[in-house]
């Protein structure tokens, strides 16, 4: 298929940072028993990446690993490779009791851009977002306001925030009204 | 007369000249005035009516506490009521009004209330508004409501903006004051994480007020000093106009920060709520100077000792030419001594102790005023303002022994630390018989998860009322504090405050001490709410012991300043009166938020588009585009129907289902629930969860099934269809995705540990749409692919995977309206595309999107039950006549042993039936098939009711289902229901399947 849309295909609002919808991003759901090491094999071998540790995520060039709870990952990678990463990880699991699926429609992904993104997502996320309990190498599973969401550093200055594809809107907008000019808190 | 002074004023700069409205007319204040001290200047002495008896009021305070001085603030959109013109700082534009007062502010007409203050007691509406009752809404209420409340309902939508902001810290401390300033430096040097906020635009408290010297120097050089210290540490973070509201379990704190309140026009929040999560809170909130109970104590130009020299000092604005301090401690002396330095009369202070001898009355003995020991004040002359008051014995009943002439008092009768903070957790209080006043009680913290206090008093909060005590208090506080979160203190020495030695008070709560009846009735204890000693005293006659009790009943400090002023004062009364300690009687609950907060920082964002998330399916733009009528159905706003020009809800309704009756429908059936369960034990955990055996469905095939909560009710239903060996997809409602998948992890997590199972919700993962009609398969076939959808291919209740057209999809050939339908889901990125195709291909069968209403009433056409309207969380399947989705092989699943039970197995159980109106038209939804008799409550009796009902266009009459006695073996019986009006309607049980019984249309 050609014309995949994203959520809110080119949804960008500026103000005290950027907030643009990132497009189609791939996503694999992984459950299953994280500290055996025929897991961590299986993950290495199918995304390069290591198991991440708690709240951590690993990238390795286009593909990143990121921990979900203590039997569940996310698997971040490009969208049209996600069918394919999904069927990986489940034949390097091979036997073992797990669950690898595609998930990437199911998520709108935003990139928030500026210095003062931590301010701004601290107006909707009660995550710790200081810099000594959150930098680059962490994943945040939290709430935005009133929805669940998600979200890992891509850059010193940027934040990727993923949240269910039937809220997009709904984020969107939280994080545009948020980022809004006049409502700089200079805390973070 | 209240006035500007020539000189003076710290936090004002007079070069900056603003213009401002009260009460629509025009006045001139200064930059760093509060509208109170702008009113004060202007000699607007009178800022409001009381609430009971409308009495004219003045600024009593300088701060939060103020009780009088309410203004509705703003116009239109920006209007907000109750706001206190001591805590508004004043900019260029305000408008203002002053509440409660009709017609005028000067001329009252509830001014007769006070006339009749007799007859208006503590306890009045309870005596009085008993009888007649039907008098409570029609006479009593609506009266009452005219003349009480304070300030007026916004009329229009607030025009301003709100978040929140959550912050995590080790320390919290609330108050800028010199307290909290050296403990913000003791906690900012060990390192902790502090966030220190300060209500006021200004740090440093009263201290510069009262000529505190620290380490030497003015205590306003070691503020900007310290404040500069602390602004350079890149752990602290200093918040001034930020309130601290409220103490809550764990750490948890709420504060307030008026972003916006003084600068209107910018385009910014107006507030921010923080939600903070600290390890420790310090406050360091001070304490409030309590008034004293003489009579004549609430008329305007009688003002606490402390507020009329911060007027003077801070301001520049003096309360009057000649002011009488009365007054039972040496703090008020301050006051005295600054108002001769402003240049202006202190004609006398009354002090009401026996001597006064210490530095301050000498002090202000040396500038020539007049102590008049052992006195108090019997009287205030003066209708809207003070002329002069009466003198009297304090021992004694008030005999007048003099009149001085004066236009204004002020009046301290002690101070009480500010422990709402330490209370709001829990945190226990003492009684301080020297200094008359609560005090924490250090053994008895309010304590957080480790059973540890987390909230430490310091300074004046701390009842370390003295400037010499209050730094080195706080650094040991905040230093025991520090050890517990594991911080080391900066071994830096503790600076030196200094200010003259005071003597101790003595605890005066009656003015004068044997005041008569009359008297008493005019001894003001909250100001806000019109309650006086003799309320209080005739509260504690009538059988009110209990401190909280009392406050109820004679509204004693229930108002919006939450009884600052007058919880001490009043308590002792009532402990006078009981002839009890005060501790014995002791406080009412001290209850977050500290000072009134806006309902639009409670709010924050969540208004206007972001009020609720509301989800949305990827054909939603599609909906949107094309007209679609809403409803919501959870978070979803899913069409209810899709008008065309000129359509009527109904007529449109009426046309989809023609139109898929007749040809091709579709719907967008994304929201539909979708949930993975996957593993090995996959069979055994389906076979728990469905009341029918799921384990032996084969991967290919679809079965429905019904869900059951552990006591039997159903709880969902839905299509499932095995995917492979070990992978089932579990089709829920649209409501119940999200508890359903919880169940499912529920059981799995808590009871099933071992089991191998794993679930997910891939709801949003695929756009599902249901084509459905005799031309279903035909235009799916158009749109091309590799499934082979043949009725014998790809039979009922079959499903398949492939290419359809360029869509990767799998179908599903299952019907939920009795026609040809197949569910068609694809990944929510192909989901528009797909609906498009659709639309395109199916033009020539008329092809026509249909809305819930029109899948409603095709379902129950069928006979289908829908989960919330045949169930309600009381029914079974067997009362829906589905006993063969029930296994009897099972040996068990979630809800078998529920229905099992005795009355669960009642044959008197209402079952499920199709009704027929005898005359073609449609049940009233809910209404209930009448019986023969009476219950024991007088009501009559019922024998079943309508869970659904519609008029169905394929059959040109109203069709209904509902939950009849006997129902199933009742078939031709006619019944009679009710209707809203007088009104019955006839019914006759028939087939609840109305249409096609034999399954025909969707074999195909």
């Known amino acids: ?90 034949a390097q699991m091979g036997a073992a009791h797990h669950l690898a699926l595609n998930v990437s429609d199911a998520r709108a992904v935003f990139e928030v851009a500026g210095a003062g993104w931590r301010d701004v997502l601290a107006k909707v996320s009660p995550a710790d977002l200081s810099r000594e309990a959150f930098g680059p190498g962490e994943m945040r599973r939290t709430r935005l306001a009133q929805v669940a969401g998600a979200f890992w550093m891509t850059g010193e200055e940027t934040v990727r925030v993923i949240c269910f594809r039937s809220v997009a809107r709904y984020v969107f907008d939280l994080l545009a009204l948020s980022a809004k000019e006049g409502g700089a808190v200079g805390y973070h | 007369m209240s006035t500007r002074l020539s000189t003076g004023g710290r936090l004002i700069d007079r070069s900056r000249q603003l213009t401002f409205t009260f009460n629509g007319k025009s006045f001139k204040g200064v930059e760093g005035d509060t509208l109170a001290s702008a009113l004060l200047a202007n000699s607007q002495t009178i800022m409001g ?66 006339a009749l203050s007799r007859f208006l007691p503590a306890g009045f509406y309870y005596k009085t508004f008993i009888h007649p009752r039907p008098f409570w ?492 009528h809403w409803e919501p159905v959870g978070q979803w706003r899913r069409p209810y129907c899709f008008p065309r020009d000129g359509e009527s809800h109904r007529q449109a309704v009426n046309r989809e289902i023609t139109a898929t009756r007749n040809s091709l429908g579709l719907l967008d059936a994304s929201t539909l629930g979708k949930i993975i369960v996957k593993g090995p034990d996959a069979g055994r955990f389906m076979d728990m969860l469905y009341t029918n055996m799921m384990s032996t469905l084969k991967p290919g095939k679809c079965r429905y099934g019904l869900m059951c909560s552990e006591n039997g009710f159903l709880m969902d239903d839905g299509v499932v269809a095995r995917l492979d060996e070990d992978t089932f997809l579990c089709h829920t409602t649209t409501g119940g995705t999200e508890s359903i998948h919880a169940h499912m992890e529920d059981w799995l997590q808590c009871e099933w540990w071992d089991w191998k199972v794993y679930t997910a919700n891939v709801t949003e993962q695929w756009a599902q749409v249901a084509v459905v009609g005799p031309n279903a398969r035909k235009v799916l076939q158009k749109l091309g692919g590799d499934i082979d959808l043949s009725k014998d291919a790809l039979p009922f209740m079959a499903w398949a995977e492939g290419k359809l057209g360029a869509f990767d999809a799998r179908v599903f050939r299952i019907s939920f309206s009795g026609e040809l339908s197949f569910e ?54 067997q009362d829906l006549g589905l006993d063969w989705a029930i296994s009897k092989k099972k040996d068990d699943f979630l809800g078998k042993r529920g229905q099992q039970r005795s009355h669960m197995t009642d044959p008197a159980r209402w079952k499920l039936v199709g009704l027929e109106t005898l005359d073609g038209s449609v049940l009233p939804d809910g209404s209930y098939a009448m019986a023969e008799g009476e219950n024991a409550n007088g009501q009559g009796n019922t024998q079943g009711r309508v869970t659904s009902t519609y008029y169905s266009p394929t059959l040109d009459k109203g069709i209904a289902m509902g939950l009849v006695l006997n129902g199933p073996d009742r078939m031709g019986e006619v019944l009679e229901f009710n209707t809203t009006g007088d009104r019955t309607v006839k019914a006759r049980i028939v087939s609840p399947v109305f249409y096609d019984p034999e399954g025909e249309k969707q074999n195909v």
């Open chain 2, 824 to 877: 068609v889901a694809v990944p929510a990125s192909q989901g528009r595309a797909l609906w498009e195709a659709l639309l395109d291909a199916g033009a020539e069968f008329d092809a026509t999107p249909y809305g819930t209403e029109a899948l409603h009433v095709m379902r129950a056409e069928k006979g289908f039950i829908m989960i919330g309207d045949e169930t309600d969380g009381t029914v079974i399947p």
């Open chain 1, 1 to 90: 298929m050609s014309d995949l849309a994203s959520a809110l295909p080119g949804a960008e609002a500026q103000g005290l940072v950027t907030v643009r919808e990132a497009g189609l991003v791939g996503m694999v759901t992984f459950r299953g028993d994280l500290s055996a090491p025929d897991t961590a094999a299986a993950i290495k071998a199918a995304t390069g990446c290591d198991v991440p540790g708690q709240r951590a995520v690993v990238t390795e060039g286009e593909v990143s690993v990121a921990w979900m709870s203590p039997d569940e990952l996310l698997v971040i990678c490009p969208h049209d490779a996600a069918t394919g990463m999904a069927a990986q990880i489940s």
């Open chain 2, 137 to 628: 809404k029609h006479v009593f209420e609506p009266v009452i409501r005219q003349s009480a409340g304070l300030g007026k309902v916004p009329k229009e939508r607030d025009a301003d903006r709100y978040e929140h902001f959550y912050a995590h810290v080790d320390v919290v401390i609330a108050g800028g004051g010199i307290a909290g300033l050296q403990s913000a430096l003791e906690a900012g040097r060990a390192g902790a994480r502090v966030l220190l906020c300060e209500q006021t635009p200004h740090f440093g408290g009263r201290a510069p007020v009262d000529g505190v010297s620290i380490d030497g120097k003015p205590a306003e050089d070691w503020v900007a000093a310290t404040l500069s210290e602390l602004e350079g540490m890149d752990n602290v973070h200093i918040r001034p106009r930020t309130m601290v509201a409220g103490v809550y379990d764990h750490g948890y704190v709420i504060a307030y920060e008026r972003v916006a309140d003084h600068t209107p026009e910018a385009d910014a929040p107006r507030h921010r709520l923080w939600r903070i999560r600290t390890k420790q809170v310090i406050s360091a909130t001070g304490a409030l100077e309590r008034p004293l109970s003489f009579p004549g104590n609430d008329k305007p130009g009688v003002m606490l000792a402390s507020a009329m020299r911060d007027y003077i000092v801070n301001w520049g604005v003096s309360a009057g030419d000649r002011t009488v301090v009365v007054t039972n401690n040496d703090d008020a002396y301050r006051t005295a001594i600054a108002i001769k330095q402003a240049g202006l009369d202190v004609p006398c202070i009354v002090d009401a102790r026996p001597e006064a001898n210490g530095a301050l009355p000498d002090q202000a003995r040396a500038l020539g005023i007049e102590v008049k020991t052992g006195m108090g004040i019997a009287g205030v002359k003066g209708l809207r303002g003070v002329v002069a008051v009466k003198l009297c014995r304090q021992a004694g009943e008030g005999a007048v022994v003099e009149e001085v002439v004066c236009d204004a008092v002020a009046m301290s009768g002690g101070w009480s630390p500010v422990v709402h903070l330490w209370s709001h957790c829990g945190g226990k209080l003492n009684w301080d018989e020297a200094g008359a006043f609560f005090r924490p009680d250090h053994a008895r913290p309010p304590t957080s998860h480790d059973g540890a206090g987390f909230v430490t008093c310091v300074g004046s909060s701390d009842g370390a009322l003295y400037a010499a005590e209050v730094l080195p208090n706080t650094s040991a506080a905040t230093r025991g504090m520090l050890g517990q979160i594991g911080k080391t203190a900066a071994d830096a020495p503790v600076v030196q405050a200094d200010a003259p030695d005071e003597a101790p008070l003595a605890p005066i709560w009656m003015m004068p001490q044997g005041a008569g009846p009359k008297k008493r009735a005019k001894m003001w204890l909250d100001f806000q709410n019109d309650v006086k000693v003799s309320d209080v005293q005739l509260a504690a006659r009538e059988g009110y012991e209990s401190v909280e009790h009392t406050k109820r009943y004679t509204t004693l400090g229930m108002a919006t300043d939450q009884g600052k002023l007058s919880n001490i004062n009043g308590l002792a009364i009532l402990a006078g009166e009981l002839n009890a300690a005060i501790p014995q009687v002791g406080t009412t609950t001290f209850r977050p938020p500290y000072t009134p907060i806006s309902m639009g920082a409670i709010a924050g964002e969540a208004r206007g588009d972001v009020f609720q998330p509301l989800r949305r399916t990827p054909m939603q733009d599609w909906h949107e585009a094309n007209g679609a």
């Open chain 2, 49 to 114: 009516r009381s609430f009971k008896y409308h009495r004219p009021r003045g600024v009593m305070t300088s701060g939060a506490e103020e009780p009088n001085a309410l203004m509705g603030l703003g116009k239109g959109a920006k209007f907000e009521p109750n706001q206190r013109a001591t805590t508004t700082e004043l900019f260029d534009g305000l408008t203002a009004e002053s509440q409660n007062h009709w017609p005028s502010l000067d001329w009252d007409i509830g001014e007769v209330n006070a």
